[in-house]
Nanobody, 116 residues
Framework: QVQVVESGGGLVQSGGSLRLSCAASGTIFRFNIMGWYRQAPGQQRELVATITNGGTTNYADFVKGRFTISTDGGRNTVNLQMNSLKPEDTAVYYC??????????WGQGTQVTVSS
């Protein structure tokens, strides 16, 4: 059973930085694609950034130039470095895992709050 666990959320002032981490356990297979999504109150969940096993990244327009997604080589771990945070970045951030045998596994989410 693949389990996905996020960490690193918290409260930060506008313009500050946070680093989120996500680890997928319970599988011997490296991921095909992992990503970060977020959901603000009353809003739909939206894509933030994804990364493939080969290192190809994809970002939502609203985070380009501010957020960076990366992996720890050889492990099912994905990080999201968030810089120049804005109040509108406030949301619960979720990690998503897709592997060769298991797809679309979500973590419980981690709260990010950016104060103005």
């Amino acid at each position: 059973q693949v389990q996905v666990v996020e960490s690193g959320g918290g409260l930060v002032q506008s313009g500050g930085s946070l680093r989120l981490s996500c680890a997928a356990s319970g599988t011997i297979f490296r991921f095909n694609i992992m990503g970060w999504y977020r959901q603000a109150p009353g809003q739909q969940r939206e894509l933030v950034a994804t990364i493939t096993n080969g290192g190809t990244t994809n970002y939502a327009d609203f985070v380009k130039g501010r957020f960076t997604i990366s992996t720890d080589g050889g492990r099912n771990t994905v990080n999201l470095q968030m810089n120049s945070l804005k109040p509108e970045d406030t949301a619960v951030y979720y990690c998503n895992y897709n592997g060769p045998r298991v797809s679309n596994r979500w973590g419980q989410g981690t709260q990010v709050t950016v104060s103005s």
